[in-house]
């Protein structure tokens, strides 16, 4: 499957910092995709980025792909309290999306 | 939001009886998913659908049915519900295939006790 997994788990920084969170997946894959879920809600579409693409910016976010490595990492710049929720990565190919256990980001005010 | 709306958004059951949940939507998307997250799982696919009357099997599908008889109805059944049904469950939809970005519902907290 196109299963992503995230790393780390759990990550809590200041207001301000950066914020990065790093995927891997094991199957050739399309594109891959991030998603944010805020907490009791449904996940929010962020940004997708295809296999040919290397990076991808989306105002304060910023996705690199390393196909070779299969990995991918979000790097969500001057964060806020706003940010705070959990982001999933997934690969997608040609069956249905897999989705991984996300990476909590808490942004302490 | 998307055009996506579940019902209900809350439901207490007991254990054995059967349970209907019901996501709608108003974007004539193709694709449609139901999905099931719980703590140190993550987000696991039920059933999808990828037409009227056309669905298949997700990686956690025993114990549910699904049914999509138009476009903007996707129905997910519980036949005899059990405890470690107690979930929260969320729809989604997609104009395509896997390549396609995902828009999902607010989702339903199911419990069964």
């Known amino acids: 499957s196109q299963q992503g997994e995230e790393d780390p788990q759990a990550l809590s920084i200041q207001e301000g910092e950066n914020a990065t969170m790093n995927c891997s997946y094991k199957t050739s894959i399309n594109n891959l995709q991030w998603y944010r879920q805020n907490s009791g809600r449904g996940l929010v579409h962020l940004i997708l980025i295809r296999s040919n693409e290397r990076e991808k910016h989306s105002g304060r976010l910023r996705v690199t792909l390393d196909t070779s490595k299969k990995s991918s990492s979000l790097l969500i710049t001057a964060s806020r309290a706003a940010d705070t929720a959990s982001y999933f990565c997934v690969g997608s190919g040609n069956t249905p999306l897999v989705f991984g256990k996300g990476t909590r980001l808490s942004v302490i005010a | 939001d998307a055009g996506i709306t579940q019902s209900p958004r809350h439901k207490v059951t007991e254990t054995g009886t059967p349970v209907t949940l019901r996501c709608h939507q108003t974007e004539n998307h193709r694709y449609m998913y139901w999905y099931r997250q719980d703590p140190g799982h993550g987000l696991r696919l039920i059933h999808y659908s990828y037409g009227v009357k056309d669905t298949d099997k997700g990686e956690v599908s025993d114990g549910y049915s699904v049914s999509r008889s138009k476009t903007e109805d996707f129905l997910l059944t519980l036949e005899s519900a059990t405890s470690s049904q107690t979930s929260v469950y969320f729809c989604?939809?997609?104009?395509?295939?896997?390549?396609?970005?995902?828009?999902f519902g607010p989702g339903t907290r199911l419990t069964v006790t």
């Open positions: 989604a939809i997609s104009d395509g295939a896997s390549s396609y970005e995902q828009y």
